[in-house]
Each structure stands twice: as C-alpha cells, then as structure tokens.
C-alpha cells in the first residue's frame, strides 16, 4: 500500500536520534492548530501486529513536547522544556497503515511550569488521551 | 504458578534481531524479542536472580536520545511499555494483557553509554485488571519511576 502525501507545508519534527529512528513523525499547521501526523509501519508494531504501546506514547511524548517547546519560545526563545511527568491513557488500538493525527495544547504555564493535554486519533476513533507536565528553564 | 512456569505464547517463534549487536551487561543475557518496535530499539537484556527476581536493562546509544544528548522520554517509557508488561503477564499466570494507562515520572537524565536498569512489582492483581509499577536506575541512582494499569484480556 502506498501511503498518501502529507499535507503541503508539513516536515519531519525530531529528524535526528530517537525521534528520526521511531518515526518519522510529520508536524504542521491546520485551521484547528499545530498538527502531527506519522503513518504506522512494521517497525512501529507489537507482537499482535498493532501499533505498539511505547511507540504510542513515543509519539504522544513527541507532539507535546514539540507543543510545550514552542509555547515556551514564544516569551522566551532560548527557554528549554523538560517533562517531569507523562501520564498517557490507551483508549484503542492503532493499526499498521493507518495515518495518526497528533494534537496538544497548553492548559496553563507558569513561570517555571506548564500543563498540557494531547490526544491521539485515527479519523474519529481516539487512541490516546494524554496529560503532561513539563519544567520551563532558561538555556544552561 | 511461579513465574519460570509461564511459557510465553511466542515461545518457539523465531525471535526478531535487532538493528544494532549490543554486549550485555555483566550478569544479564539478551531477551528474546517478539515485538518489531522492540527489536527496532533493542537489544533489551534480562537478569534472572537465586531467588526468582528479575531486572531488565537496556544500554543507551544515539537511537534513544534527544537532541541534547539525554535519553529521550519516549525511549524510557517505551522500555517501560515492555517490562511492565512482561510483569503483568507474568503476573497474571501468562494470560495476554494490554496496556491502559501508564505514568511516568522523570526524576534525572540518562545519558549515551548509561546502563539503565528496571525492577518492576505487581502492586495488585484483580481477576480483570494488573496494577504494575517499577522503579528505574543507572548506577544505583534514580531516573524515572511508572505506574501503570494492565488489562487482563478476556476477564471482567
């Protein structure tokens, strides 16, 4: 099966060490926000053939860091996140092929502290529902 | 039922390899690997004790790290996935169970070349549900530590 283009606009997020080896994970912008997308392929697998609980919150950990480093950013732009907590609920199954949309957003950030929830779906059907909290510092 | 008594259900298939030929670490041999993502990312290493406990490990390279040089969180809760799981279903008498939730909490960095070594505990075991969590280390020192939820499938 030939997997169909990404959206225009969209590029790979995390290219080099665990990001680029686990995904490719594509990140871009639609009308609700910031969006990532990766299609499931064999080497995303578990045993059972469907998409494999780390690499689910692989991903996951990887749309809300990508969101909690730009939010960041946007008042400080050499400010660096870092997660303290992950907390990541497994609604359903992912399949191989099937393209995952990737969504978070920023419930509160504090000085030093932010709060974000992410999501995980295939169409309509969610596959994960996520909470995290990240620490806000200043370049070392 | 102890758990050397659970004969896995791919017992006997091929194992999958991994990418990369990793040396154990001193005491532990290499699991044998079922899930493609987990040989993506592996080899994973197992140490069985005298006394029937296990730890689990992995060695991390440039596959499992962030762009600043630290193991990425993805990576840690991926080992998590496995080695949680491997203790539910050791706990459970072998029967499958998925993942429902898991929480992970980041107490230090790991760094490339770190030995990071897992100990898990089944908290508590209904007919349906696994209650698992563990601790992990490099070094003797902290890194993370999970809780998690497994469903035991086909009980209610």
């Not at chain 1, 499931?40 to 969101?67: F, K, P, T, W």
């Not at chain 2, 040989?39 to 005298?50: K, R, S, T, V, Y």
Request: with cysteine; hydrophobic share 40%; aromatic share 8%.
């Amino acid at each position: 099966m030939t997997a169909s283009p990404f959206p225009a606009g969209f590029t790979q997020v995390q290219t080099e060490g665990f990001g680029g080896f686990a995904g490719p994970v594509m990140g871009g912008t639609d009308d609700k926000g910031p969006l990532f997308l990766m299609d499931i392929a064999y080497q995303h697998l578990n045993g059972a053939d469907r998409l494999h609980g780390g690499m689910m919150m692989s991903l996951m950990s990887i749309v809300m860091g990508e969101v909690a480093a730009a939010t960041a950013k946007v008042k400080d732009a050499s400010a660096v996140t870092r997660p303290l907590s992950l907390n990541c609920d497994f609604v359903s199954a992912g399949e191989t092929d099937e393209r995952i949309e990737g969504r978070a957003e920023v419930t509160r950030a504090t000085r030093s502290v932010m709060f974000i929830s992410g999501t995980l779906a295939v169409g309509p059907r969610v596959l994960m529902t996520a909470t995290g909290v990240y620490a806000i510092k200043a370049a070392e | 039922m102890t758990e050397s008594d659970v004969t896995h259900p791919l017992h006997g298939r091929t194992p999958l390899t991994c990418p990369r030929d990793v040396t154990p670490p001193a005491g532990f041999v290499s699991q044998e690997l079922h899930d493609p993502f987990e040989a993506h990312m592996g080899p994973l290493f197992e140490q069985i004790n005298a006394d029937g406990s296990r730890v689990f490990a992995f060695i991390a390279d440039e596959r499992h790290l962030r762009a600043d040089g630290s193991v990425h969180e993805g990576m840690m809760m991926t080992f998590a996935d496995a080695f949680l799981g491997g203790a539910a279903w050791r706990g459970s008498g072998g029967k499958p169970c998925v993942t429902m939730s898991l929480q992970a909490s980041f107490l230090a960095d790991a760094k490339q070349g770190d030995v990071i070594e897992c100990r898990t505990k089944v908290e508590k075991q209904t007919r349906s549900v696994m209650f698992v969590s563990a601790s992990f280390t490099v070094k003797g020192e902290p890194v993370m530590t999970a809780t998690s939820l497994w469903k035991v499938l086909g009980e209610r």
